[in-house]
């Protein structure tokens, strides 16, 4: 189990499926870089692992009282939560820290705790550290290209509702009338 226990390999894969068999365990330290020490390593960038996982991440897993001796791996692990939301295409990004200070330009060393294999399937991985707004990356490309389509859209509903002209809905009654000779 995760606290160490033993489970019994007879016991079914708690939690199960090939999406937490395959569970992305690396884990990453940023130094700045400072070639008067003999590593390189200058000071440590702390990555805050904390709040990565959203709270409909949170909600899906929970715990069961004996947790201990039945799961591989702790379901309520915020790693474990975002590498389980589904991603919707075969290259994809997955968020694993947050960085709050800024980053000075200037070389830094990414020390990697490789435990994740990707040979076996031709996979690949990296490492990338993006700049995130309110409104999302850097690249705001299709933030943009929504409002722009909404106000083209806004338009043309204004247009064709103050140009053609407004169709009238007319109700009609046909009354029977018989007419009788005297």
């Known amino acids: 189990s995760y606290t160490g226990k ?48 959203w709270p409909s991440d949170k909600d899906r897993f929970k715990k069961p009282s004996n947790s201990e001796d039945i799961q591989w791996i702790d379901v309520t ?28 330009a200037g070389k830094y060393i990414i020390e990697i705790d490789n435990q994740y294999p990707v040979d076996y399937f031709n996979g690949g991985k990296g490492f990338v550290v993006t700049t995130l707004t309110e409104l999302g990356s850097k690249n705001i490309f299709l933030f943009v290209s ?15 509702h103050l140009t053609l002209p407004t169709i009238y809905s007319v109700q009609i009654s046909v009354v029977a009338v018989s007419l009788k000779k005297k």
């Not at 590498?83 to 000075?104: C, E, S």
């Not at 929504?146 to 064709?160: R, W």
């Open 146 to 160: 929504y409002f722009v389509a909404g106000g083209i859209s806004l338009l043309a509903v204004s247009y064709t």
């Open 6 to 53: 033993p489970i019994s390999s007879n016991a079914p894969a708690n939690p199960c499926g090939i999406m937490a068999k395959t569970f992305f365990n690396d884990t990453f330290k940023l130094y700045q870089y400072d070639e008067s020490k003999l590593d390189n390593k200058g000071e440590e960038i702390l990555i805050d692992q904390s709040n990565i996982a």
């Open 77 to 104: 692990d915020e790693h474990f939560l975002v590498w389980m939301r589904p991603a919707g295409l075969p290259n994809f990004r997955k968020l694993w820290g947050r960085i709050y200070k800024d980053l000075p």
